[in-house]
């Protein structure tokens, strides 16, 4: 019972959960995370029904809380995502791709490249200790056998795609305002001098100045976005 949410959780954790890692390790560190916390967690499941279709639904709603708890961790780093496609746009380095470790695919170059990054902090500042912990405090919210708050749920998720959303484009801002005055000036230059070459000469100076500004504000970004995801995780931990 203790591996059902908290393997479901660990599916869907960043680095942990990626395909690069393999399902062994996974299903290993999962069972052993199970273990570690049955002398802690195993008196929640006094009550375990002797029925099937109790016992099934138990199952359920475990599965339901652990992929509740995932997707929330997944949300918040997917705001690294959403900052690296703007900010990708506004440099000109839209047709570059590189693997992104969080969406799991190729995407853009700046994208895997704050992803990466992104993990790569995590684990530097121990942050990983922070969502093992979310995951476990889970049973004192959502005890085992209890009914699941399905509204909660949705209204937590939606609440917080929409703060993803916003998080990361002010992660983007100095990149989108550099982008707007750029091109604005791209069109007023275009209007003045219709047989010059725009794109050939632009392009260069756009991905320089771009990547320039970038990696000025690059460790801005990263700290923010630490605090970002301690705050999201806060309020799924007991005081302690």
Known sequence: MLMTRLGTAMMLLPGIGGHLVSVRIRLWLAITLSFLMLPVLGGLFATVPNTTGGMLMIVFSEIVVGLFIGTVISFLMSVLSLAGSMIGYQVGLTNAFSFDPIAQQQSQLLTGFLSNIGLLAIFATDLHHLMFQAIVDTY?????????????????????????????????????????????????????????????????????????????????????????????????????
């Open 140 to 240: 004192t919210l959502f005890p085992p056998g209890q009914a699941l708050p399905w509204g909660d749920f949705t209204e937590t998720l939606s609440h917080l795609v929409t703060e993803t959303f916003r998080v990361g484009l002010q992660f983007a801002a100095p990149l989108v305002v550099f982008g707007l005055l750029f091109y604005t000036g791209l069109g007023l230059l275009s209007r003045l001098v219709p047989q010059l070459q725009i794109f050939f000469i632009a392009q260069p100076v756009q991905i320089l100045v771009g990547a320039w500004m970038f990696m000025l504000t690059l460790p801005m970004l990263v700290s923010l976005f630490l605090r970002f995801l301690e705050d999201g995780l806060v309020p799924y931990l007991t005081p302690r």
